[in-house]
């Protein structure tokens, strides 16, 4: 069975509570400065990542991805085109990645002309109006650092804070807010959200997959990014704590001022009845990096799904519920319950740096992003710190071992073409981000 990452984190439950159905009701404004924005990751949208761990995945025999990445939507050469949708949406930030196996394509080897290009992507951001918002790493790694044992690797965490610095150095005079490592607090956990059945076969193949990578390449320990099969799941978990620290520091010591956090996956996970799993999913899931974050300048939330924990697991959907294209319950108010989470561990201001929903019926997107922001922006005013939304994503794109079957863009994508074409769900981030209100 294959499973969707997001779906992976998701819950599906029968308690009543906020749904999506029904107009939000208005709300006031937004604070002044609010960052608007849509998001994309390199390795989906550049096209052609030929240097990086998931590329290697793709081509191996066998592949727990369904197609290759391809071109994805050209975006390392079309990258002017996404910052003008971004524009004509009349939104104010774009939160995008680095491809580190662009960046050090070899050990210790850096290319001036990819930090360039990035330089370029930061600087176009500029010159619109966008606050660059610039993830450091999302999930792939160069192919030589997952060969070489990836984030279980004894110097994985030096190495992440040489690449830091070395990006700093180039970039982050321009920079509006950085993020060391996307969703960290998922990598190797994966299984504990799943059935056992499930979370044994997903490992089997994730672990076939690098088993041949490791062949291919001639590797004794092939460890990609998002696909990582820590025997230690500790170690793996304090490397990539020990790697957002360092990272963070590297960027700090190039330029203090810049902004520096981390994004998490951050399900709405609720209580239902007594002795419920859900405390104890939340300490294994969340609670280290929260812990961490109390040093950072905010923290990153990725909702997209509520989970309600009995004492044996996680109820299943509601009969009648919306679903996205996973057939998981789209719930409105699971943005809000997340933020109200983070913000009460970590005490640290929070940017949405991605929320969405999986499904080819834009309608359900233009219903949720409103009635979304209304339940944020409630947490808001009850003194939930919130300097942004960025939507998850600009433009449907590469979903990783799902190929480009599921679609989150607030765009559609030609992908022999690569034309890009607004769905009416960006017509309704755009007003409500053009009045800064509801």
Same mark, same amino acid.
């Given at each position: 069975?294959?499973?969707?990452?997001?779906?992976?984190?998701?819950?599906?439950?029968?308690?009543?509570?906020?749904?999506?159905?029904?107009?939000? /009701?208005?709300?006031?404004? &937004?604070? *002044?400065?609010?960052?608007? %924005?849509?998001?994309?990751?390199?390795?989906?949208?550049?096209?052609?990542?030929?240097?990086?761990?998931?590329?290697?995945?793709?081509?191996?025999?066998?592949?727990?991805?369904?197609?290759?990445?391809?071109?994805?939507?050209?975006?390392?050469?079309?990258?002017? @085109?996404?910052?003008?949708?971004?524009?004509?949406? %009349?939104?104010?930030?774009?939160?995008?990645?680095?491809?580190?196996?662009?960046?050090?394509?070899? *050990?210790? #080897?850096?290319?001036?002309?990819?930090?360039?290009?990035?330089?370029?992507?930061?600087?176009?951001?500029?010159?619109? %109006?966008?606050?660059?918002?610039? =993830?450091?790493?999302? &999930?792939?790694?160069?192919?030589?650092?997952?060969?070489?044992?990836?984030?279980?690797?004894?110097?994985?965490?030096?190495?992440?804070?040489?690449?830091?610095?070395?990006?700093?150095?180039?970039?982050?005079?321009?920079?509006?807010?950085? +993020?060391?490592?996307?969703?960290?607090?998922?990598?190797? /956990?994966? !299984?504990?959200?799943?059935? +056992?059945?499930?979370? #044994?076969?997903?490992?089997?193949?994730?672990?076939?997959?690098?088993?041949?990578? @490791?062949?291919?390449?001639?590797?004794?320990?092939?460890?990609?990014?998002?696909?990582?099969?820590?025997?230690?799941?500790?170690?793996?978990?304090?490397?990539?704590?020990?790697?957002?620290?360092?990272?963070?520091?590297?960027?700090?010591?190039?330029?203090?001022?810049?902004?520096?956090?981390?994004?998490?996956?951050?399900?709405?996970?609720?209580?239902? %009845?007594?002795?419920? $799993?859900?405390?104890?999913? !939340?300490?294994?899931?969340?609670?280290?990096?929260?812990?961490? @974050?109390?040093?950072?300048? &905010?923290?990153?939330?990725?909702?997209?799904?509520?989970?309600?924990?009995?004492?044996?697991?996680?109820?299943?959907?509601?009969?009648?519920?919306?679903?996205?294209?996973?057939?998981?319950?789209?719930?409105?108010?699971?943005?809000?319950?997340?933020?109200?989470?983070?913000?009460?561990?970590?005490?640290?201001?929070?940017?949405? =740096? #991605?929320?969405?929903?999986?499904?080819?019926?834009?309608?359900?997107?233009?219903?949720?992003?409103?009635?979304?922001?209304?339940?944020?922006?409630? @947490?808001?005013?009850?003194?939930?710190?919130?300097?942004?939304?960025?939507?998850?994503?600009?433009?449907?794109?590469?979903?990783?071992?799902?190929?480009?079957?599921?679609?989150?863009?607030?765009?559609?994508?030609?992908?022999? =073409? &690569?034309?890009?074409?607004?769905?009416?769900?960006?017509?309704? $981030?755009?007003?409500?981000?053009?009045?800064?209100?509801?």
């Amino acid at each position: 069975m294959q499973i969707d990452r997001r779906s992976l984190l998701a819950a599906t439950v029968a308690l009543a509570g906020p749904a999506l159905a029904g107009a939000p /009701q208005s709300g006031g404004s &937004f604070p *002044p400065g609010f960052l608007w %924005g849509a998001a994309t990751a390199g390795h989906q949208v550049e096209g052609n990542n030929v240097n990086s761990d998931i590329w290697a995945l793709e081509h191996v025999t066998p592949s727990i991805f369904s197609e290759s990445s391809g071109d994805a939507a050209n975006s390392f050469s079309l990258w002017p @085109a996404d910052l003008a949708l971004i524009e004509r949406m %009349g939104l104010n930030t774009y939160r995008f990645s680095l491809e580190w196996a662009r960046i050090e394509p070899s *050990p210790g #080897e850096f290319s001036d002309a990819m930090l360039d290009h990035y330089a370029a992507m930061i600087d176009g951001c500029r010159a619109r %109006g966008l606050t660059p918002i610039v =993830t450091f790493n999302h &999930f792939t790694t160069p192919r030589w650092f997952a060969a070489a044992g990836g984030w279980s690797a004894a110097d994985a965490p030096a190495l992440f804070a040489r690449f830091c610095d070395r990006a700093a150095r180039r970039l982050a005079s321009a920079i509006g807010y950085a +993020v060391t490592l996307n969703e960290p607090n998922l990598l190797g /956990q994966i !299984r504990a959200l799943l059935p +056992v059945s499930e979370g #044994e076969t997903l490992a089997a193949r994730e672990r076939a997959a690098n088993e041949a990578a @490791a062949r291919f390449y001639g590797a004794a320990d092939f460890q990609a990014g998002l696909m990582v099969q820590a025997p230690n799941l500790a170690r793996l978990q304090a490397n990539l704590l020990e790697a957002h620290r360092r990272g963070r520091q590297a960027i700090k010591a190039v330029r203090p001022d810049l902004p520096v956090g981390v994004s998490l996956a951050v399900v709405d996970d609720q209580a239902a %009845g007594p002795n419920s $799993l859900r405390d104890v999913m !939340r300490a294994k899931l969340y609670d280290p990096w929260l812990q961490a @974050a109390r040093l950072d300048d &905010f923290v990153g939330v990725q909702n997209y799904e509520r989970s309600v924990w009995t004492d044996k697991g996680k109820l299943p959907a509601p009969r009648g519920a919306e679903t996205n294209d996973m057939g998981v319950e789209v719930y409105a108010a699971s943005l809000a319950g997340a933020v109200r989470y983070v913000h009460g561990v970590s005490g640290v201001p929070i940017i949405v =740096t #991605e929320h969405g929903v999986n499904t080819a019926d834009d309608r359900i997107r233009a219903r949720l992003i409103p009635a979304a922001l209304a339940e944020l922006q409630r @947490a808001m005013n009850e003194g939930v710190p919130v300097k942004g939304y960025v939507h998850w994503s600009l433009v449907d794109n590469y979903e990783w071992m799902f190929g480009y079957k599921f679609k989150f863009g607030l765009h559609t994508l030609d992908r022999r =073409t &690569f034309e890009r074409t607004p769905k009416p769900s960006a017509a309704v $981030l755009a007003a409500i981000a053009g009045r800064n209100a509801l």
